[in-house]
């Protein structure tokens, strides 16, 4: 079962943060990204390739380190 394309979207910016640990990486790739909308390509045909740290946290987390 593939998730919503959606959720492959967030998993990938979700990686990105717990890879990479500076927001100003995760504002310029959220910068560089095409607008979401009907035309868009389906992401949810591909699984996206998360690292260790990624497939072991929580899907939705806390937004700082005081939760």
């Known amino acids: ?3 919503p394309c959606a ?4 998993l990938k910016i979700l990686d990105l ?3 990479h640990l500076s927001t100003r990486t995760i504002a310029g790739a959220l910068k560089k990204t095409n ?3 009907h ?3 389906h ?3 591909t699984d996206p390739v998360l690292g260790a740290a990624t497939r072991a ?3 939705l ?3 700082d380190q005081w939760g």
């Not at 959720?7 to 967030?10: A, L, Q, Y």
């Open 1 to 3: 079962m593939r998730a």
């Open 7 to 10: 959720v492959v979207r967030w």
């Open 17 to 19: 943060a717990v890879t």
């Open 35 to 37: 607008p979401v909308d």
């Open 39 to 41: 035309r868009s390509s």
């Open 43 to 45: 992401v949810c045909h």
């Open 57 to 59: 946290g929580p899907l």
């Open 61 to 63: 987390p806390p937004i």
